[in-house]
């Protein structure tokens, strides 16, 4: 479905309301209310068998005896006869169904809903919904919903996965006198998807953010893929709803037990460039000022105030966010030296002092928003007795009208009904006002964030040996396993590019012997048998072989134990294999999400890495410039770093690794679960010890 394909759905020109009632309070009656008081221009046809009038409007029993065309037709009839009604609609060339009625598939009741979607789309007619609480859209303008009726036009799309929850920000927004371009629940998503509406909305030419609720993705991947389509300039906000981690499910991998499913949404969401808000109030503040700033040209802010006290607040909100405040004395002393008075203070937070009004205001403001080296402003106000407070928003809205499009300002006054009141009053202007010092210093931070870098990256040209993979992977799947061996993993990371202490094979002692010699002591003994997964246990692993006496012993000592202790094991042989340094153990993985496929991980690796979950996710692929974040953000980052004089470690080569194996899962959707554990950095260089993979096998 294409974007304009939609068009009708957002600006009909005339609409059908089957089963406007003619009792107030009713559903079919407020529809219908809120329909004509939202100044749509188009004709209102109320159907329903009893026919007479409903708010001055002639009542048509049923909708083929319309006479002229409808593009839209909400559906308030009990779900009994909903399925008939879309019918009618449908037979009647309606374009689009808006199905407010409940009890469909999420009763259980799915053949209803099949068989409502085929009826429309014999005719051609789409559905939104069932179980939704319709639309607006500034566009007609239309409120062809049961939600509050006053809702005011802007540019902030609101994307509902729940109804309830859709009504409640309706009336939300109209409190917070935020501006929206839509508000649509898609419900049941019987026909129409929030993919189709959002494609829609991206090209809309009115919205400039988009607030987001999920409730759940089936299909994560997806909206990632679509997400990129979206204009530059469009923003979007997502609060995802439950925080739960995703079930037990069987996974050989750390990377698959590791992956809990929020953790995966913050990546992805990361990624995409969704701005995720933890809470609604948060959503709300960001999305206010998303729409309502622009890109800040700089990372310089400038903290201006009345009060000391809020300063330090605001500045100390800036570092725990990482919002960056100016501090060239230079700049501000050129910039505020004339307009402090001598005992207030120039410096960031700049401080005008507790008798500034709106004129002292004005000087300041429009200091700073004249001087380049400042790209952001957070203006704050305490309230005195010593100034009166209307010249001051007065200020605000002059500063905002003359510079908003150019500068982002934000506003947070501190006292009683006063200051409330002009929240109220610049929030309904359209300027990002806030009660909380914090909220406006969070939003702030939303508003970098959302315009952070998202350059793409060209993919690399790499040495990759894809036929030795797909042979190892064939071989394995022919024997009818869907795990590789240690040694069969490790091939498979030869041929991806990375560095692997040498390794064989051995069958037999003498063999084991010769081939320590070729590798050169000390040498690691490792037994090969996917029967025994906990190898170090039973004695299957020995370290530090130094010589010819100590392979011999060691290669008795590991078919014996295993003997013991795992009678029934198929033993393929002993591997031997060059034992490396100590350096630092990282872990990179491959796991499958159901919702969003292939994702990566990187964390601290070892033996203890369930234990200290100190790893970081991304859907893969994944560019090298994300990887060098995704790298940074784990707790220990600093062992690689170098910690108490530790040398800098070969950060570049553990990227290099990620980078390879996003490459590696990309190209071979069949490896369901990898792990490299660990990965061993050193000053130069970093080495795959071990390997685990897990292919899914096509039946
Ligand atoms: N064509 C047109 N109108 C008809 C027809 C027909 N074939 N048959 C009956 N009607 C009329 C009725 O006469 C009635 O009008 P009246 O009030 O003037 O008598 C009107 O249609 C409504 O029919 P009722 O039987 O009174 O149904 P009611 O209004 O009680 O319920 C509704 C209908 C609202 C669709 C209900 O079935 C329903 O699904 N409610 C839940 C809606 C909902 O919450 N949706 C999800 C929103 S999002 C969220 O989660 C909040």
């Given at each position: 479905?294409?974007?304009?394909d939609?068009?009708?759905l957002?600006?009909?020109?005339?609409?059908?309301?089957?089963?406007?009632?003619?009792?107030?309070?009713?559903?079919?009656?407020?529809v219908m209310k809120?329909i004509?008081d939202?100044?749509?221009?188009?004709?209102?046809?109320?159907?329903?068998p009893?026919?007479?009038?409903?708010?001055?409007?002639?009542?048509?029993?049923?909708i083929l005896?319309i006479?002229?065309?409808?593009d839209l037709?909400?559906?308030i009839?009990?779900?009994?006869i909903?399925?008939n009604a879309?019918e009618?609609c449908a037979?009647?060339?309606?374009?689009f169904?808006i199905?407010?009625?409940?009890?469909f598939?999420?009763?259980?009741?799915?053949?209803?809903e099949?068989?409502m979607?085929?009826?429309?789309?014999e005719?051609?007619?789409?559905?939104?919904?069932?179980?939704?609480f319709?639309?607006?859209?500034?566009?007609?303008p239309?409120n062809?919903?049961?939600?509050?009726?006053k809702?005011r036009?802007?540019?902030i799309?609101?994307?509902?996965q729940?109804?309830?929850?859709?009504?409640a920000?309706?009336?939300?927004?109209?409190?917070?006198?935020?501006?929206?371009?839509?508000?649509?629940?898609?419900?049941?998503k019987?026909?129409i998807?929030e993919?189709?509406?959002?494609s829609?909305?991206?090209?809309?030419?009115i919205?400039?953010?988009i607030?987001?609720?999920?409730?759940?993705?089936e299909?994560?991947r997806?909206?990632?893929?679509?997400?990129?389509k979206?204009p530059?300039?469009?923003?979007?906000?997502a609060?995802?709803?439950?925080?739960?981690?995703?079930?037990?499910?069987?996974?050989?991998?750390?990377t698959?037990?590791?992956a809990g499913?929020?953790?995966i949404f913050?990546?992805?969401f990361?990624q995409?460039?969704?701005?995720?808000?933890?809470?609604?109030?948060?959503g709300?503040?960001?999305?206010?000022?998303l729409?309502?700033?622009p890109k800040?040209?700089?990372?310089?802010?400038v903290?201006?105030t009345?009060?000391g006290?809020?300063?330090?607040?605001?500045?100390d909100?800036?570092?725990?966010?990482?919002?960056?405040?100016?501090?060239?004395?230079?700049?501000?002393?050129k910039?505020?030296g004339d307009?402090i008075?001598?005992?207030?203070?120039?410096?960031?937070?700049v401080d005008l002092?507790?008798?500034?009004g709106g004129?002292?205001?004005?000087?300041?403001?429009?200091?700073?928003?004249n001087?380049?080296d400042?790209?952001?402003?957070i203006a704050?106000y305490?309230q005195?007795?010593?100034?009166?407070?209307e010249?001051?928003?007065?200020?605000?809205?002059e500063m905002?009208?003359k510079?908003g499009n150019?500068?982002?300002?934000?506003?947070?006054l501190f006292?009683?009904?006063?200051?409330?009141?002009?929240?109220?009053e610049?929030k309904?202007?359209g300027?990002?006002?806030?009660?909380?010092?914090?909220?406006?210093?969070s939003?702030l931070?939303?508003?970098y964030?959302?315009?952070e870098?998202?350059k793409?990256e060209?993919?690399?040209?790499?040495?990759?040996?894809e036929?030795?993979?797909?042979?190892v992977?064939e071989?394995v799947?022919g024997d009818?396993?869907?795990?590789?061996?240690?040694?069969?993993?490790k091939?498979?990371m030869?041929a991806v590019?990375?560095?692997?202490?040498?390794?064989k094979v051995?069958?037999?002692i003498e063999?084991?012997?010769?081939?320590?010699?070729?590798i050169?002591?000390?040498?690691?003994?490792k037994?090969?048998?996917?029967?025994?997964v906990?190898?170090?246990?039973?004695g299957?692993?020995?370290?530090d072989?130094?010589?010819e006496?100590?392979?011999?012993?060691?290669?008795e000592?590991?078919?014996r134990?295993?003997?013991?202790?795992?009678?029934?094991a198929?033993?393929?042989?002993?591997?031997?294999?060059k034992?490396?340094p100590?350096?630092?153990?990282?872990?990179?993985?491959?796991?499958?999400?159901?919702?969003?496929?292939?994702?990566?991980?990187?964390g601290?690796?070892g033996?203890y890495?369930?234990?200290?979950?100190d790893?970081v996710?991304r859907?893969a692929?994944?560019?090298k410039r994300e990887i060098s974040k995704?790298?940074?953000?784990?707790?220990?980052y600093s062992?690689?770093?170098?910690?108490?004089?530790?040398?800098r470690?070969d950060?570049?080569?553990?990227?290099d690794?990620i980078?390879r194996i996003?490459?590696?899962?990309?190209?071979?959707?069949?490896?369901?679960?990898l792990d490299?554990n660990?990965?061993?950095?050193?000053?130069k260089?970093?080495?795959?010890l071990d390997?685990?993979?897990s292919i899914e096998?096509?039946?």
């Amino acid at each position: 479905m294409t974007e304009a394909d939609l068009k009708y759905l957002f600006s009909p020109r005339h609409v059908a309301v089957v089963g406007a009632s003619h009792r107030e309070g009713k559903i079919g009656y407020t529809v219908m209310k809120n329909i004509i008081d939202s100044g749509y221009n188009g004709k209102v046809y109320p159907v329903n068998p009893k026919g007479g009038e409903i708010l001055g409007k002639k009542v048509y029993r049923d909708i083929l005896s319309i006479n002229g065309s409808v593009d839209l037709a909400l559906i308030i009839v009990p779900a009994s006869i909903a399925v008939n009604a879309v019918e009618e609609c449908a037979k009647k060339a309606v374009k689009f169904a808006i199905v407010i009625t409940s009890g469909f598939s999420e009763i259980g009741n799915i053949d209803a809903e099949r068989e409502m979607v085929k009826k429309a789309r014999e005719h051609g007619m789409r559905i939104l919904g069932p179980n939704v609480f319709g639309l607006y859209s500034a566009s007609a303008p239309i409120n062809a919903t049961f939600g509050p009726s006053k809702v005011r036009p802007g540019n902030i799309a609101v994307i509902s996965q729940s109804g309830a929850l859709g009504i409640a920000m309706i009336g939300k927004t109209a409190e917070e006198n935020m501006g929206l371009s839509t508000i649509v629940s898609i419900g049941n998503k019987a026909d129409i998807t929030e993919a189709d509406i959002m494609s829609y909305v991206f090209n809309d030419d009115i919205t400039k953010v988009i607030f987001l609720y999920i409730e759940g993705l089936e299909n994560g991947r997806e909206l990632m893929e679509l997400v990129k389509k979206k204009p530059d300039n469009m923003k979007i906000v997502a609060i995802k709803a439950g925080k739960s981690k995703v079930g037990a499910r069987a996974v050989a991998s750390h990377t698959g037990s590791l992956a809990g499913s929020d953790k995966i949404f913050d990546a992805a969401f990361k990624q995409a460039g969704i701005l995720r808000a933890e809470s609604l109030e948060d959503g709300f503040n960001w999305v206010a000022t998303l729409a309502a700033c622009p890109k800040p040209a700089g990372k310089n802010v400038v903290i201006i105030t009345n009060g000391g006290g809020i300063g330090v607040l605001a500045a100390d909100a800036c570092e725990k966010y990482g919002v960056g405040l100016m501090n060239d004395m230079e700049v501000l002393n050129k910039t505020f030296g004339d307009v402090i008075p001598k005992f207030g203070s120039y410096k960031n937070p700049v401080d005008l002092t507790g008798q500034a009004g709106g004129d002292d205001y004005k000087e300041a403001l429009e200091k700073a928003l004249n001087e380049e080296d400042i790209h952001a402003i957070i203006a704050l106000y305490c309230q005195t007795d010593m100034t009166p407070l209307e010249p001051l928003k007065n200020t605000f809205r002059e500063m905002q009208r003359k510079y908003g499009n150019r500068k982002p300002i934000i506003y947070s006054l501190f006292g009683g009904e006063g200051t409330d009141k002009i929240i109220e009053e610049l929030k309904g202007d359209g300027i990002p006002a806030f009660y909380d010092v914090e909220d406006a210093v969070s939003s702030l931070n939303a508003l970098y964030k959302a315009h952070e870098d998202g350059k793409k990256e060209k993919r690399e040209s790499l040495d990759i040996d894809e036929s030795r993979i797909k042979k190892v992977i064939e071989n394995v799947a022919g024997d009818g396993r869907t795990q590789l061996l240690g040694t069969e993993a490790k091939e498979v990371m030869v041929a991806v590019g990375l560095d692997v202490p040498p390794f064989k094979v051995v069958k037999n002692i003498e063999h084991a012997v010769n081939t320590a010699e070729e590798i050169g002591y000390p040498v690691v003994m490792k037994v090969i048998s996917e029967d025994i997964v906990h190898k170090t246990d039973i004695g299957g692993v020995l370290l530090d072989i130094d010589n010819e006496k100590e392979v011999i012993e060691g290669y008795e000592a590991i078919i014996r134990n295993c003997r013991q202790y795992a009678p029934n094991a198929n033993i393929r042989g002993v591997e031997i294999a060059k034992m490396v340094p100590d350096g630092v153990e990282t872990i990179v993985g491959i796991t499958t999400d159901p919702s969003f496929g292939k994702v990566m991980m990187f964390g601290l690796g070892g033996i203890y890495v369930e234990v200290l979950k100190d790893v970081v996710f991304r859907v893969a692929p994944v560019s090298k410039r994300e990887i060098s974040k995704m790298v940074r953000e784990i707790n220990s980052y600093s062992l690689l770093t170098g910690v108490r004089g530790e040398s800098r470690k070969d950060i570049d080569s553990v990227i290099d690794t990620i980078y390879r194996i996003g490459i590696l899962a990309d190209k071979f959707p069949e490896i369901s679960e990898l792990d490299i554990n660990p990965l061993v950095v050193y000053e130069k260089g970093a080495k795959v010890l071990d390997a685990r993979i897990s292919i899914e096998v096509k039946k």
